[in-house]
């Protein structure tokens, strides 16, 4: 027990200092402005048009790292920093997350599976961690009793959730080895913009390496919990 909540504590401390150094970087980017002053909304729009996309939007929404592609209704959308700001670290994401359309367009397989498991991971996510604990307070009683199973759906719910934190990994690192590509083969940066642009999307990726340790860590805990009871 002792040791699972020291590993814990070190994936906590490790995913606290890739987001701190995330931030920094990020802010330290942002002041590296392009010297072509294409807008990241301008970036974007450029790198789905030389795809041959033209079915999908780039449109702004409000927040902070609120950038995401909607496969859904196929809209690119980025941040208002982001889409307005003419600076390495808006292109590393405008084009990332065009990336993300290039696979959709492209039907890149691990992005496809991401998709399926999209509508359970919604409710698995919020749910499981309740069945489990509801399985756990029944108790397993005699033998393989109905607490036993309870904690086993919830058990599964959670697996479903933490394949799906680790196969976002492969979507994640593709799109942006996709925009690093293109935004290296169409000189939309220098090379100074360029390494600035491949290490903000290093570190962003690393953010969802130490989400997916995590849950891993946290399944192996409920595993012990459930299946190592006498």
Same mark, same amino acid.
């Given at each position: 027990?002792?040791?699972?909540?020291?590993?814990?504590?070190?994936?906590?401390?490790?995913?606290?200092?890739?987001?701190? %150094?995330?931030?920094?970087?990020?802010?330290?980017?942002?002041?590296? #402005?392009?010297?072509?002053?294409?807008?990241?909304?301008?970036?974007?729009?450029?790198?789905?048009?030389?795809?041959?996309?033209?079915?999908?939007?780039?449109?702004?929404?409000?927040?902070?790292?609120?950038?995401?592609?909607?496969?859904?209704?196929? %809209? $690119?959308?980025?941040?208002?920093?982001?889409?307005?700001?003419?600076?390495?670290?808006?292109?590393?994401?405008?084009? #990332?997350?065009?990336?993300?359309?290039?696979?959709?367009?492209?039907?890149?397989?691990?992005?496809? %599976?991401?998709?399926?498991?999209?509508?359970?991971?919604? $409710?698995?996510?919020?749910?499981?961690?309740?069945?489990?604990?509801?399985?756990?307070?029944?108790?397993?009683?005699?033998?393989?009793?109905?607490?036993?199973? $309870?904690?086993?759906?919830?058990?599964?719910?959670?697996?479903?959730?933490?394949?799906?934190?680790?196969?976002?990994?492969?979507?994640?690192?593709?799109?942006?080895?996709?925009? !690093?590509?293109?935004?290296?083969?169409?000189?939309?940066?220098?090379?100074?913009?360029?390494?600035?642009?491949?290490?903000?999307?290093?570190?962003?990726?690393?953010?969802?390496?130490?989400?997916? !340790?995590?849950?891993?860590? %946290?399944?192996?805990?409920?595993?012990?919990?459930?299946?190592?009871?006498?």
């Amino acid at each position: 027990m002792g040791t699972y909540y020291l590993l814990l504590g070190l994936i906590a401390l490790v995913s606290w200092m890739v987001s701190s %150094t995330l931030k920094r970087k990020f802010a330290k980017y942002s002041k590296t #402005h392009l010297r072509n002053g294409m807008s990241g909304a301008e970036i974007a729009e450029k790198m789905l048009a030389d795809h041959g996309i033209n079915n999908v939007r780039v449109v702004s929404v409000k927040g902070r790292l609120t950038d995401h592609y909607n496969p859904k209704d196929r %809209t $690119v959308n980025l941040s208002e920093a982001v889409y307005h700001e003419r600076n390495a670290a808006a292109a590393a994401v405008a084009a #990332h997350e065009c990336g993300h359309a290039v696979q959709h367009a492209q039907a890149y397989s691990w992005l496809q %599976t991401r998709s399926t498991l999209v509508p359970i991971v919604n $409710v698995s996510s919020s749910l499981s961690m309740w069945i489990i604990l509801a399985g756990l307070m029944l108790g397993f009683g005699a033998g393989l009793g109905l607490g036993f199973w $309870v904690a086993v759906l919830g058990f599964g719910l959670m697996a479903v959730a933490t394949v799906f934190s680790f196969v976002t990994l492969p979507v994640e690192y593709d799109a942006s080895n996709r925009a !690093l590509a293109w935004l290296k083969s169409r000189n939309i940066v220098s090379r100074e913009e360029y390494k600035d642009a491949e290490d903000a999307l290093k570190w962003a990726a690393r953010t969802y390496l130490v989400a997916a !340790l995590g849950a891993l860590a %946290t399944l192996m805990y409920w595993a012990l919990q459930i299946f190592g009871r006498d």
